[in-house]
């Protein structure tokens, strides 16, 4: 292998540490070419789904990326704005927000930058770009609260590809779970106590989910039990007795059985149970996207008043709240403690000089 060095590389040149916060990613643009190109890479990731290899190239090249492009960029373009996607534009907020208060508090030896694991921008290119800056010691942060081997650990999967195309791999650290982190908990407890401020409360609460295959469970993923801790956390502090929320998964795909209760399910049937009145939030969304504003804010809804509720809410994601900053910051601090960058760049680049370098 041919590993990747760096233009910019200069023994003079001051370290650094690195931030890089993830999410799941966004197609280019909401039309289907862009959509095909974004699921292929999307879907085709083993750690998403796990069919053998053959019979799942069959079924997504043959089927799947012949019918969903043009489905899906119906659904983006319904919720797609002029700066772009709803969940680059928040996450490019939260990274400004972050980078904000990490460089006040840390100075120009660290640098903070965002990445997507499935679209632009690359994990590869963002790591690639905070290597060339000098960066050495490199934190990262998928936003999923929750641990789930489909997103935290393609994640993981993604930055090990690009690290094994670098000659001078930083030192890691990796933070796969924050799902019981008080700070997010707190932050959670105070979006939703501000909406029943300006709202008032509906007849339930209900935490929805993105869903995964129930296999998943059974093979060891953490997943459905930390996203069930998250919301007995928020209950507890909301002061919600155990039948006035109720926990939820969202976005099944394909025709196995996933985690249970269905969202979309449990909409419909709650009215005919008596519950008229719901209030939505997805706590493992760390911003609006496609799956809360349109699945949830949308889709969601009209199944509820179709079974004849009379109040249905969603509940914004944290975004790039401020308590939701302060959490983030307060987690990524607690990560990067004892890292300190300390050198003597005359004297290495003297050492390297000595020794037939050319900068």
Not at 177 to 183: E, I, K, L, N
Not at 238 to 261: D, M
Not at 284 to 305: H, K, M, P, V, W
Not at 315 to 343: R, S, Y
Request: aromatic residues 10%; glycine residues 6%; positive net charge.
């Amino acid at each position: 292998m041919k590993y990747r060095s760096h233009d910019t590389f200069s023994h003079s040149q001051a370290d650094k540490i690195g931030v890089l916060i993830t999410n799941l990613g966004t197609p280019d643009a909401p039309a289907p070419k862009a959509l095909r190109r974004y699921l292929k890479e999307f879907l085709w990731d083993p750690r998403v789904v796990e069919v053998p290899r053959p019979l799942w190239w069959l079924i997504l090249n043959g089927i799947i990326l012949n019918i969903r492009p043009r489905r899906s960029a119906k659904a983006y373009a319904g919720v797609w704005t002029e700066q772009g996607s709803p969940l680059l534009i928040h996450t490019q907020a939260q990274c400004q927000a972050i980078r904000k208060r990490l460089v006040e508090n840390w100075g120009d030896a660290i640098e903070v930058d965002f990445a997507m694991r499935y679209g632009n921008p690359s994990i590869e290119a963002k790591v690639q770009a905070m290597l060339c800056k000098g960066v050495r010691k490199l934190l990262v942060l998928p936003m999923y609260p929750q641990y789930c081997a489909s997103t935290t650990a393609s994640t993981f999967d993604a930055l090990s590809d690009t690290l094994k195309q670098t000659r001078w791999m930083p030192e890691l650290r990796f933070i796969t779970q924050y799902h019981d982190d008080p700070g997010y908990i707190q932050a959670l407890v105070d979006k939703i106590k501000a909406h029943w401020q300006q709202h008032g409360k509906a007849d339930k609460l209900l935490f929805s989910y993105h869903g995964i295959p129930k296999r998943y469970l059974l093979n060891g993923d953490p997943y459905h039990c930390q996203c069930h801790k998250t919301s007995r956390l928020v209950a507890i502090k909301l002061g919600l007795a155990e039948g006035q929320y109720i926990t939820t998964f969202q976005s099944r795909f394909g025709r196995e059985e996933w985690l249970k209760p269905y969202t979309d399910e449990t909409l419909k049937a709650l009215p005919s149970k008596g519950v008229k009145s719901v209030q939505v939030v997805c706590p493992g969304f760390s911003a609006d996207c496609l799956e809360t504003i349109e699945e949830i804010g949308q889709e969601n809804r009209d199944y509820f008043l179709e079974a004849g509720g009379k109040a249905y809410q969603y509940i914004d994601a944290l975004n790039a709240d401020e308590q939701h900053i302060d959490a983030l910051v307060h987690l990524l601090e607690k990560n990067l403690q004892g890292w300190q960058v300390k050198q003597d760049l005359a004297l290495r680049e003297q050492l390297a000089k000595a020794a037939g370098a050319a900068k």
